[in-house]
């Protein structure tokens, strides 16, 4: 059970927990004192990176009049949060592991 306490304490086992930021590349500090002796627990979140690798489409030249133009498929990578997509004169085809809502 965790819980914030005052006890006594002859030998045994300790772990200490809280709950990390909510904003990135913040760290909490979470404080253990074991008589006159101050011990720190340290947790930062991750720096947010929303900006993608940089992504190219191959041109399609030669296309038949009115047809149905498909991109070869791309990974967006280089991130580690959520983005917004939005497609500008198309549409998508396929979108693995986008949530769409």
């Known amino acids: 059970m965790y819980t914030r306490l005052k006890a006594r304490c002859k030998r045994g086992y300790v772990a ?6 909510s ?4 760290t909490v500090t979470t404080t253990l004192k074991a008589g006159t002796n101050t011990y ?3 947790s930062t979140t991750l720096v947010v990176d929303s ?3 940089p992504i190219s489409f191959t041109p ?3 296309v038949s009049l009115s047809s149905l133009v498909e ?5 967006v990578s280089g991130i580690n949060t959520t983005l917004a997509l ?3 004169g198309g549409n998508t ?3 693995v592991g986008v949530y769409q809502g």
């Open 16 to 21: 200490i927990r809280h709950t990390a930021s």
């Open 23 to 26: 904003k990135s590349n913040t």
């Open 40 to 42: 720190t627990f340290k």
């Open 51 to 53: 900006t993608p690798d």
């Open 60 to 62: 399609q030249t030669g």
């Open 71 to 75: 991109s070869a498929v791309v990974t």
């Open 86 to 88: 939005s497609i500008t």
């Open 93 to 95: 085809v396929s979108m």
